[in-house]
């Protein structure tokens, strides 16, 4: 039976969330754009020699419905959060969902301690074994195929990242430039958070190591996460089948200054 991942994917509107969604779930693009108010997919891809059954939640990015994500998206295993590198302002829009995220993940730090006091350490219930890490966050820089008119830097968006502890990948949907990779690397973040707390998920065959900021530990920071070049800069690239998520490649996104940094080593796009 597979695992199961649940993810949201959140931004302002116009940065390409459900071409992202699409591009997974049905190998589909389209130029037009048609406000999201909430839309659920379910896809089942194999990572590591595991099966993963994904539920995705593409949310609206419009000011007007941020009630309604804070009341019915924060119970995810993992967030994908987008901006459009062609628009400053759609990624420090971000701040506010990173907000609600953070907040959710003291809650269910702060829940599970209580569930362990009341309930002792032999907790199992499926509800408190999602409560015991906070949810996975990646930041995701979309339409780096529009290099001319490109705003943001590779350089600024993964700094920006690093510095609100998520991790970060450059994408496209149009062209599909890392997309199955960008949910390989969610898919990873939460086994190897799972794995790290006790609570199942699968295992990995290598782990990269952890970088602990604050209370909790780093699972989906840039000290560990991974990239992966696009199919037509890599020709002897193995091909994958369209339910296998490709495995990600160890880049140089670290804090060790001995490494090359990896907008230097890793192209994002065409």
Not at 147 to 161: H, N, T
Request: proline share 4%; charged share 25%.
């Amino acid at each position: 039976m597979a695992d199961k991942i649940s993810i949201t994917i959140c931004g302002d509107g116009g940065c390409g969330k459900s071409s992202i969604t699409l591009r997974l779930v049905r190998s589909q693009w389209t130029s037009e754009y048609d406000p999201t108010i909430e839309d659920s997919y379910s896809v089942t891809r194999t990572v590591d020699g595991l099966n993963y059954y994904l539920s995705l939640t593409d949310t609206a990015g419009q000011e007007e419905y941020r009630s309604l994500w804070a009341a019915s998206n924060l119970q995810s295993d993992a967030f994908l959060l987008v901006y459009d590198i062609t628009n400053l302002a759609s990624l420090e829009g971000l701040s506010w969902f990173l907000d609600m995220i953070d907040i959710e993940a003291e809650n269910r730090i702060e829940e599970n301690q209580r569930l362990l006091r009341e309930k002792g350490p032999k907790v199992r219930g499926k509800r408190e074994e999602g409560w015991k890490f906070p949810p996975i966050k990646i930041i995701a820089g979309n339409k780096c195929d529009l290099k001319d008119a490109r705003v943001v830097s590779s350089k600024v968006g993964w700094e920006w990242a690093k510095s609100k502890n998520c991790g970060f990948m450059e994408t496209s949907a149009r062209e599909m430039v890392n997309i199955e990779e960008t949910f390989a690397l969610i898919v990873r973040r939460v086994v190897e958070a799972r794995r790290q707390h006790g609570a199942g998920g699968g295992s990995l065959p290598h782990q990269a190591p952890f970088a602990s900021k604050g209370h909790t530990p780093n699972v989906s920071g840039a000290g560990a996460s991974a990239y992966q070049m696009p199919a037509s800069m890599q020709s002897n690239r193995p091909q994958t089948s369209p339910n296998t998520l490709p495995a990600t490649e160890k880049s140089g996104f670290d804090d060790d200054n001995n490494h090359v940094p990896w907008w230097k080593k890793v192209f994002c796009c065409r």
